[in-house]
């Protein structure tokens, strides 16, 4: 029998709202635990900020969690537009052999890529924040700021939006590990939002605590790194500031993909060679995103 998002209980943190009132997400769970199961091919396709990177490290940790069969792209044309270029989806997305797109902080108004994504016949989630300018029936749209959105706190960032897709899968899949990624999530939220209210407040008290006794080896090597003794706001800021994709002389984005491994290697050694890595790019390069 199928579970949809009424007949799931929520059991989240005191203050935090049942993911399934925002608009999408019964239809996004759906999608997603039939791709799961079915072991069809998933694409993040995610943009080269900070918010969408550790959206995007958090949705790939739970799918691994979960065993999907999924792979993750971030464009390194640095062009300041949050759509889908088509010219990845026939160049690069179609030949991972995709089933389903997920696009993380991008894609809200991608009319013509959606509509090559349908032709193509690889179905398309997209979890965002930003205004949507069009309603399209080409995909599955994850956003509290929707119009019709009924959910009561809308000032999320991508981050936090994919925490609470996060919730719902748990929910599905009676995962009890996944308040885990709140320290992945409040690094975002303390990145991307000035002011901090409602659900992020929530996320980002809660997500310190975690930090505190993280086992992210990302995390874990950023805290040596930078000699954090006491997590704070003002630490998890600093944090936030030292995996800022650097643009390279010829308007490349050199490491937003490195900085995705960096928060989901089981590889300790591996976390700390990549957090010195990016030390050294952010210390010794002058053009910053």
Do not use: W
Not at 22 to 29: Q, R, S, T
Not at 73 to 90: H, K, Q, R, T, W
Not at 234 to 248: F, H, I, M, W, Y
């Amino acid at each position: 029998m199928e579970r949809t998002g009424d007949k799931l209980q929520y059991f989240g943190l005191k203050g935090m709202h049942n993911p399934f009132l925002i608009e999408g997400m019964n239809e996004a769970l759906q999608r997603i635990a039939k791709a799961i199961n079915n072991r069809e091919k998933i694409v993040l396709y995610g943009y080269c900020d900070v918010d969408s990177i550790i959206g995007m490290s958090i949705m790939l940790l739970v799918l691994k969690y979960l065993n999907a069969d999924v792979e993750y792209l971030i464009p390194d044309d640095f062009c300041g537009s949050y759509e889908v270029n088509a010219d990845y989806v026939n160049d690069k997305i179609k030949y991972f052999g995709a089933n389903l797109l997920i696009t993380i902080g991008c894609g809200i108004n991608s009319k013509e890529s959606t509509a090559l994504l349908k032709k193509l016949k690889i179905d398309t989630i997209v979890v965002d924040y930003h205004e949507m300018c069009n309603e399209e029936d080409y995909a599955i749209v994850v956003n509290p700021n929707r119009k019709e959105s009924k959910y009561p706190f809308n000032e999320f960032c991508v981050s936090g939006i994919v925490f609470k897709l996060c919730e719902a899968i748990s929910m599905y899949y009676q995962m009890k590990c996944v308040n885990k990624y709140l320290d992945l999530a409040a690094i975002g939220t303390i990145h991307k939002c000035e002011e901090l209210s409602g659900e992020n407040k929530i996320i980002v008290d809660q997500g310190i605590r975690k930090i505190q006794n993280t086992n992210n080896y990302g995390i874990e090597a950023l805290l040596k790194l930078k000699s954090v003794e006491k997590v704070d706001i003002d630490e998890v800021r600093k944090l936030s500031e030292a995996v800022v994709p650097t643009v390279n002389a010829v308007g490349k984005m050199d490491n937003a993909r490195i900085i995705v491994q960096l928060f989901t290697t089981e590889d300790s050694y591996k976390a700390e060679q990549i957090a010195k890595y990016l030390n050294n790019e952010f210390r010794y390069k002058g053009d910053f995103f």
